[in-house]
Structure formats: structure tokens, C-alpha cells
């Protein structure tokens, strides 16, 4: 088999990378183990895509070429399952992830497939021309090079978080200086003040501004709190519906929620590592291009 | 696909019948009846409550 070395290598790191992108995290997405064995399976038949392109293209297969570039639009699929897949799950959630959060880990999850097939191109190619060993290192370099451009923006890069008092004025819930909502109930103001926990969210620039005013991206931040620190709340009990409220004349936004998990300095954290969205990225930077 | 009103009030809980109008009210006298009153009827209601001042509870589903 005159291409079985580059073929075989390229398919090894393609299968490799996708291991590595394979991972469950915080937010437990992919689901273990169905997920993981439904998506390292669309993992392989991306890295033979890749791996077999190259010496297709070298032998001049040209029909070859032609079939695997149909296969690989097939993997715009995987957006759309993703975001299906989510969008069945947001009814039954107490605090839903949002549109924008599904969408953006729907593109993730599509991108990380051409990560695949580019890894795997880039190794059998390397392999090809100079070797096993040359494969390896421009394998390595591409898987390098594109989870580096892929990689989330964590809101800390743009966005003080700082932790704030709940408190109450009269009625009126505040964390810190910033209304929160109106609470009626005697005893879940009592709840709230002995449970609840807030941060305040300091855009450090304009462009963070505009992203804070993204409800997606407040609610993607909720979401990733009730996530890890629980939430105390139910159907019938409205008022502990995590919040975040934006103040419209300074831009800053106030966190509320009432967890299971009481830990202030976790919240900061999580509230910290949250991505910026890509549709909630703030444009004013094209505002002042233009 | 569950249909469902949101964004109104349901009803209010009130000390004086006069200062609701076009909303089903309870009217209850005394502070920790009336609070109550607002508990039970936001449990069951699956709606929030919030205070207006001047005895006006009024239970919001949101």
C-alpha cells in the first residue's frame, strides 16, 4: 500500500486530537458516555476524511478528492444536532443556558471537526513528504495552532467581578448599590438575606460594555452558576430565579442568586471563566472605525 | 408545546378593596394574614409576589 504510512498517521493524530478535544467539563457537556461515543465516532470518520485527502490529492484521485470534500460539508450537521439536541433540553432546566450560549457551543462543537480533519491532513501530509517524524510535528503544530484560535475569551480578560452584599430596601432586593427586583414575600426576603449571594460585573471597556448588555451573555453567566453552585429554587418560587440586572447609565450589572453551595469566592471564579459569546461580542470598536 | 400567559397579574392582596381595580383581590386586614395569603396563593399560582407599599401585595407571573 503505497500511501499506508501517511494514511495511518494522519488517522492515529486526527483520532488523537478529537480525544483531546473530547473532554466533559464544568458545564457537563458531552453528556459521558453516550455523547462521548457518538461524537468519537463522527471523530474517526472526520480524521479518515482528512488523512485520506492528502494522498488523494497527491495521486491526482480527483474523484477521491471530490467525495471526502462532500463528506466533509456533512459535518455542518453536527451544529444543528448540537443545537437541536440543547434547545430539547432548555424546558426542563431551572435556569436555562440561552440561545446564544447554544449556538455558541454549537459552532464549538462543529469546529472542532475541521480541527480534526485539518490535523489529520496536516499529519499525513508531514508523513508524505518527510517522514513519520515530520508528520507528527506538523500534526502537532496545526492541532497547536488551531485550539489556539479557537480558544474562549473568559470575561475576566474584559470585565471586573467583584463580590457585593445582598441587602434590602424595603421591598426592593439590591446587590451592592444595584436593584435587583421587587420581593413581596416577608420570609423569602428572610431566605434571600440569610442564603443569597451577589457580584458586581464592571465592563472595563466599551467593547465589554456592549457585551454585558447581551441578555444571551448574562444568561449564559447564570446558567454557569446555577450550574456549579446549585440553585435554591423551584417552579413555585419565582423570587430565587437567579438575576442579572444592568444598570443602563454606567453599564455595570448586578448577579444575584440564591445557591445550594454558599461559596462567594467560587462565584467570583465561575462568573470570571464564563466565555464571552461570540454573537454577544461588543462592536463598538467598529462604531468608532466607522 | 406548553402554552402559557406570562408577563401579568394574576391577582392582588390587599387591606382595602378600593385600592384594586380590574384584578381579583383578597382583601385581608392584618399584615401577617395578608402575607400569608400572598405565600399560599404564589405557591399555588406558580407566580411571584411583590409588595406596591400601602398594603398592596400583588401576585405577578413572569
Known amino acids: 500500500m ?3 504510512q501517511s494514511i495511518g498517521l494522519g488517522l492515529a493524530m486526527g483520532i488523537l486530537a478529537r480525544v483531546v478535544l473530547l473532554r466533559s467539563d464544568y458545564r457537563q457537556y458531552p453528556t459521558y458516555p453516550h455523547g462521548y461515543a457518538s461524537h468519537l465516532f463522527l471523530g474517526i ?3 479518515l476524511v482528512g488523512a485520506v485527502s492528502i494522498p488523494a490529492l497527491i495521486a491526482k484521485e480527483w474523484t477521491a ?5 462532500i463528506v466533509a460539508q456533512q459535518f455542518r450537521e453536527i451544529r444543528s444536532m448540537e443545537r437541536d439536541s440543547l434547545a430539547a433540553l432548555e424546558e426542563t432546566q431551572l435556569v436555562a443556558r440561552g ?8 459552532r464549538v462543537f462543529e469546529a472542532r471537526y475541521y480541527i480534526v480533519i485539518f490535523v489529520a491532513a496536516s499529519a499525513a501530509y508531514g508523513a508524505e513528504r518527510g517522514g513519520v517524524l515530520l508528520g507528527i510535528v506538523l500534526g502537532v503544530i496545526a492541532f497547536a495552532g488551531s485550539t489556539l484560535v479557537i480558544k474562549p475569551e473568559p470575561l475576566s480578560r474584559s470585565v471586573e467581578v467583584e463580590p457585593a452584599q445582598v441587602n434590602f430596601k424595603g421591598a426592593d432586593l439590591y446587590v451592592g448599590d444595584m436593584f435587583i427586583m421587587n420581593v413581596g414575600l416577608e420570609e423569602s426576603r428572610k431566605s434571600i438575606l440569610e442564603h443569597g449571594i451577589g457580584a458586581i460585573l464592571t465592563p472595563k471597556t466599551e467593547t465589554a460594555r456592549d457585551t454585558l448588555a447581551n441578555l444571551g451573555q448574562r444568561q449564559a453567566i447564570l446558567h454557569d452558576v446555577a450550574g456549579i453552585l446549585g440553585v435554591k429554587k423551584d417552579i413555585d418560587t419565582p423570587e430565587y430565579t437567579p438575576m442579572a440586572t444592568r444598570n443602563i447609565q454606567t453599564g455595570r450589572v448586578g448577579i444575584f442568586i440564591v445557591p445550594e453551595e454558599r461559596d462567594a469566592g467560587l462565584l467570583i471564579n465561575i462568573i470570571k471563566r464564563t466565555p464571552v459569546l461570540e454573537s454577544a461580542r461588543g462592536r463598538s470598536l467598529y462604531r468608532k472605525l466607522s | 408545546m406548553e402554552i402559557t400567559i406570562s408577563g401579568m397579574i394574576i391577582c392582588a392582596v390587599t387591606d382595602d378593596g378600593a385600592k384594586v381595580k380590574d384584578v381579583p383581590a383578597f382583601i385581608v386586614k392584618e399584615e401577617a394574614a395578608r402575607q400569608e395569603k400572598a405565600r399560599l396563593l404564589s405557591r399555588i399560582l406558580k407566580a411571584a409576589v411583590h409588595d406596591l407599599g400601602d398594603g398592596v401585595l400583588i401576585v405577578v407571573r413572569h
Open chain 1, 45 to 47: 470518520i472526520a480524521a
Open chain 1, 2 to 4: 503505497p500511501h499506508g
Open chain 1, 99 to 106: 440561545s446564544d450560549y447554544i449556538e455558541s457551543i454549537a
Open chain 1, 65 to 69: 478528492v471530490t467525495f471526502f470534500v
